[in-house]
């Protein structure tokens, strides 16, 4: 044990991030080309924590697992409580992660325009926006890392480019920008003219268009009927958008750093009284109100994205390196039996189907085994998140990411047409948390530990997050981690938020 902490620390202290040798596939992947290559971020956990040199290297150990929280004099925006915890044993390092952050989104101003992805100044002007991040990294930790430090600050950037829009509710958003991001319109404001406009503009040919010669022109769109977007599928389209940048960044970023591995990520942004949560991967945000259980994200996984998956090997067969097959049998044929009749099911179906068997069928199926234990070509378990862009199948050329999306889905939620109490709450966790405690436990626990809790602690939501992952942890006994009924205690990373949604509201 001693000897693991010390290689543990050699390893911080040096500042390099160890080589996954702990792939939720359990085939190991192909490292790519970046050996020898600075890290981008050093390991740590977040910086929130303010942890010391000694108390990092005792958040490492296996044999204790001890819960970290915030410090009782450290506070969070938006009262935010957290904990987290490392595995037991998978991997050296805990490779999850996690960002809370306010921020401000600024309209980018000229000259002045602020370098993107630079560190929030202090200066609390513009639209106050509140970000909750959780990653949860696999072979290596950093991409979560390098999520962690920076997908908040994509998503301030992004959403500075629309923020003139975003202080106008009362209207929608126009559908056309100028070059210079003012509105742009065709022809006249109102919409009735838009018909007149365009047979106007027939009759003058495309010329007619050239009235304002920044705009963004493509005369075969412009004079249809306009679909109405409203200001949150704008928000939306700012974390959809800056997930895949995010994606992008570490792809381009690897050509100077080790950027170990991939990631889940899983973002909460509060912002104008909406709460947004965007999500690619396999960690979970429910909201807890009332007792009541609402989830506002859903896991991805070989099993739930089954039909895209199956879909993509379709159409580009090319992309299963002739070893996979995209049909999904209900378990692996033998050779014995070609020509014979058996279950089946491929991207159209959810059922079950007979069909006869052909050789191409004797090929391993895109997506094998069930439940957590489902991989995409044998390899990985989760379909959707951050990095992995070296992710090879086992000894093979042949690439996971086309299969692994980065994009993620969104959830809205109104703030402000609900009314909330201080017991009523946004839980964020990895599927540390998940897998052995399920939402209305989650929910029952929170409910039950904070109604025991001085509203006016400031401590009460880290303490419960810490209620809430001592309950998936469980204790260490001769079999192992236990829960108090028994069964297994989560042996993977977890992290909590516990995130209240009456917010500021009771912050001194
Ligand atoms: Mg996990």
Redesign the pocket.
Known sequence: MISKVKNAMSTLVGGMIPHGHHHPSGTGQNSGSSEGLPPRFPYGRPDFLDLTPELLQYSTEHASRPVLMLRRDSRLPWRTGYAEVINAGKSMLNE?QASCEKLFVKKPSGKHRSSPLQEDTGDATGIPLHFWGVY?GHAGSGAAIAASKLLHRLIRDRLGEVAHLLENPASPPPICLAKNGSPYQATESKKGAAAAAAAAAQQQGEGAAAEEPDAISDPSIRYHMEKVVSMESLVMGVLENAFRQMDELIEKEKASYTISGGCCALAAVQMLGKLYVANAGDSRAIIIRNDEVIPMSNEFTPESERQRLQYLGFLRPELLGNEFTHMEFPRRIQHSELGKKMLFRDHTMTGWAYRTIVEDDLKFPLIYGEGKKARVMATIGVTRGLGDHDLKVYNSNIHIKPFLSCCPEVKVYDLSENKHGPDDVLVMG???LWDVTTDQEVADAVSTFLSGCDPSDPMRYTLAAQDLLMRSRGVLKERGWRLPSDRLGSG??ITVFVIPLAGHEGES
Do not use: A, L
């Open positions: 999850d949860d990895t599927d540390g993977d990373d």
